[in-house]
């Protein structure tokens, strides 16, 4: 059975201490607490009280002739609230958000419910790819579909990768995650290409690369036009995906890129030509 206003002031009448802080003016009962006091009374910290004051949870006080805040039942019972519904998960904005709110008790609480559920969902996906990485030892800042090849990664490809991770779609990043995993015959002869490699290592590596290109744009329709698998058209990406190529290979790595890359182009012209 709800208890009543007098129930409830008689189960305060036997409590220990329960008039104490209070003192009598002009016949009236005025709680007098500190701002230490109030936050004790609270189980906060006087930080939180003053930062509450500054974001407009909590009203400022008046103060005593001696210029001490004197804080009364008002500002216990609200910074009271505040702190339940902090608790709960309810961001001080949002619960500045609610003192204004034309919404009833009923939409309010469904709002943040679903606010919530969306939260509860993301931090479940980031402990779902924490988890991930934690298995296949890859660095934090790796982009997920890469987590289980980038454990020993040299650190300019895990950059490529990261801007591969923005730029691509999904299908586009699982592919190549696929392919990161896969061996290549092309894979140790172009990674001992250097600056100074001359034509003759440059042309080798690079018709092996050919060889692995053409195979994976038969596998793979959008590996012959990247622009079909990026997230947002334009040129902004394109360039993005060049820039990261160039920093991630060494002048002679380019050349070979460039080269297999032009074999593979003129072998899909003459088989344009002879269909």
């Given at each position: 059975m709800p208890l009543g206003p007098s129930q409830v002031i008689r189960s305060l009448d036997s409590a220990p201490g329960a008039s104490a802080g209070i003192e009598i003016e002009d016949g009236e009962k005025r709680m007098a607490w500190s701002t230490q006091q109030l936050a004790d009374l609270a189980g906060t910290t006087v930080k939180t009280v003053r930062h509450y004051h500054q974001v407009g949870l909590l009203d400022e006080p008046e103060r005593a002739r001696n210029g001490y805040k004197q804080y009364q039942t008002s500002?216990?019972?609200?910074?009271?609230?505040?702190?339940?519904?902090?608790?709960?998960?309810?961001?001080?904005?949002?619960?500045?958000?609610?003192?204004?709110?034309?919404?009833?008790?009923?939409?309010?609480?469904?709002?943040?419910?679903?606010?919530?559920?969306?939260?509860?969902?993301?931090?479940?996906?980031?402990?779902?790819?924490?988890?991930?990485?934690?298995?296949?030892?890859?660095?934090?800042?790796?982009?997920?579909?890469?987590?289980?090849?980038?454990?020993?990664?040299?650190?300019?490809?895990?950059?490529?990768?990261t801007v591969y991770s923005r730029v691509l779609n999904e299908p586009a990043l699982h592919d190549t995650s696929d392919l990161l995993n896969e061996p290549d015959e092309a894979s140790e002869p172009f990674e001992s290409l250097t600056d100074e490699s001359d034509d003759r290592a440059?042309?080798?590596?690079?018709?092996?690369?050919?060889?692995?290109?053409?195979?994976?744009?038969?596998?793979?329709?959008?590996?012959?036009?990247?622009?079909?698998?990026?997230?947002?058209?334009?040129?902004?990406?394109?360039?993005?995906?060049?820039?990261?190529?160039?920093?991630?290979?060494?002048?002679?790595?380019?050349?070979?890129?460039?080269?297999?890359?032009?074999?593979?182009?003129?072998?899909?012209?003459?088989?344009?030509?002879?269909?």
């Amino acid at each position: 059975m709800p208890l009543g206003p007098s129930q409830v002031i008689r189960s305060l009448d036997s409590a220990p201490g329960a008039s104490a802080g209070i003192e009598i003016e002009d016949g009236e009962k005025r709680m007098a607490w500190s701002t230490q006091q109030l936050a004790d009374l609270a189980g906060t910290t006087v930080k939180t009280v003053r930062h509450y004051h500054q974001v407009g949870l909590l009203d400022e006080p008046e103060r005593a002739r001696n210029g001490y805040k004197q804080y009364q039942t008002s500002h216990l019972v609200r910074l009271l609230q505040v702190k339940r519904m902090s608790d709960l998960g309810i961001s001080l904005a949002q619960i500045r958000a609610l003192a204004t709110s034309t919404l009833d008790t009923d939409a309010s609480i469904a709002v943040l419910d679903a606010e919530l559920e969306a939260s509860i969902e993301r931090l479940q996906r980031v402990r779902a790819e924490l988890a991930l990485l934690l298995r296949y030892r890859a660095p934090l800042d790796t982009p997920t579909p890469f987590a289980h090849s980038a454990d020993g990664l040299p650190e300019k490809y895990r950059g490529l990768l990261t801007v591969y991770s923005r730029v691509l779609n999904e299908p586009a990043l699982h592919d190549t995650s696929d392919l990161l995993n896969e061996p290549d015959e092309a894979s140790e002869p172009f990674e001992s290409l250097t600056d100074e490699s001359d034509d003759r290592a440059i042309d080798d590596v690079a018709q092996l690369l050919a060889v692995s290109m053409a195979a994976h744009r038969e596998r793979f329709p959008w590996a012959s036009d990247l622009r079909s698998a990026q997230r947002t058209k334009g040129n902004l990406a394109q360039e993005a995906l060049s820039s990261a190529v160039v920093d991630a290979f060494n002048h002679g790595q380019l050349r070979a890129l460039a080269r297999a890359n032009e074999i593979v182009r003129k072998a899909d012209t003459v088989n344009d030509e002879t269909l």
